[in-house]
């Protein structure tokens, strides 16, 4: 367990996380305990241990985070509960991200995806940081899935304080002016405001929007009772702050698997130049159906999701004790699915080190596959986050080409796992001609 308090934080944080559970699993198997950020943890490495905690028996443990990142995002937020009021919040942002729902965005995510694109190749002779451009992405169609069509100035201002708030979430909570968590806590107060602003304005207009603001913003209860304007905030920047980060580090990984296997990136694009060509070469938008039609580009962001784990772990906390084969985890403790270990187990998917696609044409073993995890808290915004991927690759594929610069090796995790230094990247359009000196 380590030392007292500290515990096993300072070999966790100072390795690769990846070394630590599984040397911990190799040693004490599937379930083991260890002591992280002054907390006794249970470790589950196994997905009938996974879906005891997240599905069957739920409502023994609870969501469990950090005071300070509650504090970033705010009390009211979803995924911070469970029971009556999780079960009405999760649903009104299900119904604003379903397939019914997210179809109709896909023009404008085609245009947010383009105009990237087009940025990125029009700065051909200069080095970008992919990651860092996935995030500008991601954040913009989470605010079109949020509010529809938001006018430019309010979407400015949410950006610049909404990366304030992103820099000090995973900084040292210390309250002192001038550190990156007193930045973020002052922004996080302005966002409050610009919502604010925006919320009155639809009011005043009276539209009826069927966007998550809308939702949020039509919902009553059985007693008649509205959300308050806090509750509303507060799940607005949960799913601004689901939907960044974890998409964005998806997005890049996709790009890097693709890069370092030429002969799945001409597979990938023959299946998307037939959809081109069909298309009238690309003159009209992609449609529902389309994205449909895309069966080894869809495995390979399945594949990318399985490989690069963005969620490795999740926190819940045992609110009694609980029993599970023979074990006892005491109330109070933290209990860590470990998601990454079950993805990278050679018994349920062979070679599971190698990025192979095909694996993806049989449906894998129940519980093996939880990238977007599993029970009444998975994300909710799942198949956005998928429906991103095919179209942001379907553009690029058909129009530009790109070229990893630099070291092709490497992990950082800060504190989703990305390429190494966001993987530095040079982008053309398809018509020019590529750089000689990579």
């Given at each position: 367990m380590g030392w007292p308090y500290i515990g096993e934080t300072l070999q966790l944080y100072s390795q690769d996380p990846n070394i630590f559970f599984l040397t911990k699993q190799k040693r004490y198997g599937e379930i083991f305990k260890t002591h992280i950020l002054?907390?006794?943890?249970?470790?589950?490495a196994s997905p009938e241990a996974a879906k005891f905690v997240l599905v069957t028996q739920s409502h023994l443990f609870k969501p469990t985070y950090p005071k300070s990142k509650e504090k970033m995002i705010g009390p009211y937020a979803l995924f911070f509960h469970q029971g009556e009021y999780h079960t009405r919040l999760r649903?009104?942002?299900?119904?604003?991200l379903s397939p019914e729902t997210i179809r109709?965005?896909?023009?404008?995510?085609?245009?947010?995806?383009?105009?990237?694109?087009?940025?990125?190749?029009?700065?051909?002779?200069q080095v970008?940081?992919?990651?860092?451009?996935?995030?500008?992405?991601s954040f913009d169609v989470g605010i079109l899935s949020i509010f529809g069509h938001l006018d430019r100035v309010y979407r400015d201002k949410l950006k610049e304080n909404y990366q304030i708030v992103d820099k000090?979430?995973?900084?040292?909570?210390?309250?002192i002016p001038g550190t990156a968590y007193h930045k973020a806590l002052q922004a996080r107060k302005r966002l409050n405001q610009i919502l604010s602003e925006i919320i009155c304005e639809r009011k005043e207009k009276k539209l009826v929007e069927k966007d998550l603001l809308g939702h949020l913003l039509n919902f009553k209860d059985e007693k008649g009772e509205t959300l308050t304007q806090e509750q509303i905030a507060d799940n607005i920047i949960g799913v601004l702050f689901a939907a960044q980060d974890t998409t964005a580090s998806i997005l890049t990984w996709i790009l890097k698997f693709l890069h370092d296997d030429p002969k799945l990136l001409e597979a990938v694009k023959a299946e998307q130049m037939a959809i081109y060509q069909a298309n009238d070469e690309g003159r009209r938008p992609l449609t529902w159906a389309h994205t449909r039609n895309m069966p080894l580009t869809y495995r390979v962001v399945l594949e990318s999701l399985r490989?690069?784990?963005?969620?490795?772990?999740t926190f819940r906390e045992a609110v009694v004790d609980v029993e599970y084969k023979g074990y006892l985890i005491p109330k109070g403790w933290k209990v860590m699915p470990l998601f990454r270990n079950i993805h990278h187990n050679p018994e349920f998917f062979a070679d599971p080190h190698d990025f192979d696609?095909?694996?993806?044409e049989v449906a894998p073993k129940p519980n093996t596959f939880m990238p977007f995890g599993n029970g009444v808290h998975s994300c909710p915004g799942n198949e956005l986050a998928k429906l991103e991927a095919l179209i942001l690759m379907h553009h690029l594929i058909t129009k530009f080409r790109w070229e990893v610069v630099g070291s092709q090796s490497g992990i950082q995790y800060g504190p989703f796992p990305v390429p190494q230094q966001g993987l530095p990247a040079r982008f053309w359009k398809e018509s020019s001609t590529p750089f000689q000196d990579m």
């Amino acid at each position: 367990m380590g030392w007292p308090y500290i515990g096993e934080t300072l070999q966790l944080y100072s390795q690769d996380p990846n070394i630590f559970f599984l040397t911990k699993q190799k040693r004490y198997g599937e379930i083991f305990k260890t002591h992280i950020l002054g907390c006794p943890c249970v470790m589950l490495a196994s997905p009938e241990a996974a879906k005891f905690v997240l599905v069957t028996q739920s409502h023994l443990f609870k969501p469990t985070y950090p005071k300070s990142k509650e504090k970033m995002i705010g009390p009211y937020a979803l995924f911070f509960h469970q029971g009556e009021y999780h079960t009405r919040l999760r649903k009104l942002v299900q119904n604003s991200l379903s397939p019914e729902t997210i179809r109709k965005l896909i023009p404008d995510i085609e245009d947010l995806a383009v105009s990237a694109l087009e940025s990125w190749a029009a700065a051909s002779e200069q080095v970008i940081n992919t990651y860092y451009e996935m995030k500008k992405f991601s954040f913009d169609v989470g605010i079109l899935s949020i509010f529809g069509h938001l006018d430019r100035v309010y979407r400015d201002k949410l950006k610049e304080n909404y990366q304030i708030v992103d820099k000090g979430y995973n900084s040292f909570p210390t309250n002192i002016p001038g550190t990156a968590y007193h930045k973020a806590l002052q922004a996080r107060k302005r966002l409050n405001q610009i919502l604010s602003e925006i919320i009155c304005e639809r009011k005043e207009k009276k539209l009826v929007e069927k966007d998550l603001l809308g939702h949020l913003l039509n919902f009553k209860d059985e007693k008649g009772e509205t959300l308050t304007q806090e509750q509303i905030a507060d799940n607005i920047i949960g799913v601004l702050f689901a939907a960044q980060d974890t998409t964005a580090s998806i997005l890049t990984w996709i790009l890097k698997f693709l890069h370092d296997d030429p002969k799945l990136l001409e597979a990938v694009k023959a299946e998307q130049m037939a959809i081109y060509q069909a298309n009238d070469e690309g003159r009209r938008p992609l449609t529902w159906a389309h994205t449909r039609n895309m069966p080894l580009t869809y495995r390979v962001v399945l594949e990318s999701l399985r490989m690069a784990s963005i969620i490795s772990f999740t926190f819940r906390e045992a609110v009694v004790d609980v029993e599970y084969k023979g074990y006892l985890i005491p109330k109070g403790w933290k209990v860590m699915p470990l998601f990454r270990n079950i993805h990278h187990n050679p018994e349920f998917f062979a070679d599971p080190h190698d990025f192979d696609p095909s694996r993806f044409e049989v449906a894998p073993k129940p519980n093996t596959f939880m990238p977007f995890g599993n029970g009444v808290h998975s994300c909710p915004g799942n198949e956005l986050a998928k429906l991103e991927a095919l179209i942001l690759m379907h553009h690029l594929i058909t129009k530009f080409r790109w070229e990893v610069v630099g070291s092709q090796s490497g992990i950082q995790y800060g504190p989703f796992p990305v390429p190494q230094q966001g993987l530095p990247a040079r982008f053309w359009k398809e018509s020019s001609t590529p750089f000689q000196d990579m």
